[in-house]
């Protein structure tokens, strides 16, 4: 099993522009999760989906849309991106509330 | 929603020393908490978690407490080695029980 996994590592985004970050796990799970982390801060919570067709907001969700067509595949849209966008975006899912949460590798945000 | 405190946010430890990070929630509903470690670079793993029903569970060198009346809980990690530093996050379950608040984190550096 390949996990959670992410795509791309890394990017960098003019003002202004969009971009789409990927995310798919093979583990049958139900429940994933997209947070964002700065520098010396914790994990802030995005979106997240506890099936597929259903999604919900996080605590920062503004600048963000998801969408979850499948089990596997839970992709964060940015549209028009901003400096406050430059993050480590990291995607996780899980078999439920109350089990562990397995991460991707993250992906490094620079918006320009 | 839930807010998850959580300090030191920094912490330094001889190696062989024991080292004690603290959290405190405030949804007294909450029933889950977990705590992941990050080492520098990586993605967040769990490395133990507890539940409302018990107030202690051990893990080899590691250890969580939980006091649901004072709503706080504790990791405790004894015999430090130098492959222990890294960053831990607590959270508590929230908003139905599907998705976790983390608190801001703790750096930990186990010196040799």
């Known amino acids: 099993n390949a996990g959670v996994t992410q795509t791309p590592k890394f990017r960098i985004l003019k003002i202004g522009q969009s971009m789409t970050l990927q995310c798919t796990q093979d583990?049958?799970?139900?429940?994933m999760y997209w947070y964002r982390q700065d520098p010396g801060m914790g994990l802030k919570l995005i979106y997240y989906?506890?099936?597929?067709?259903?999604?919900d907001k996080g605590e920062v969700p503004n600048g963000y849309n998801v969408s979850r067509s499948t089990t596997e595949d839970f992709p964060l849209r940015l549209e028009l991106a901003a400096p406050s966008q430059t993050s480590v975006y990291f995607c996780a899912s899980s078999n439920g509330a109350y089990n562990e949460q397995f991460f991707g590798p993250g992906t490094r945000l620079t918006v320009l | 929603g839930e807010n998850v405190e959580q300090h030191p946010s920094t912490l330094s430890v001889q190696e062989g020393d024991s080292a004690v990070i603290k959290c405190t929630y405030s949804d007294s509903a909450s029933n889950y908490f977990p705590w992941y470690k990050q080492e520098l670079g990586k993605r967040p793993q769990l490395i133990i978690d507890i539940r409302s029903n018990v107030g202690e569970k051990k893990d080899q060198r590691i250890a969580v407490t939980l006091n649901k009346t004072a709503k706080h809980f504790s990791l405790h990690i004894t015999e430090t080695q130098p492959e222990d530093s890294a960053v831990y996050f607590c959270a508590a379950n929230s908003g139905g029980y599907q998705k976790v608040t983390f608190g801001i984190g703790t750096k930990l550096q186990v010196i040799p």
């Open positions: 583990m049958n799970h139900n429940y």
């Open positions: 989906s506890v099936g597929a067709g259903i999604t």
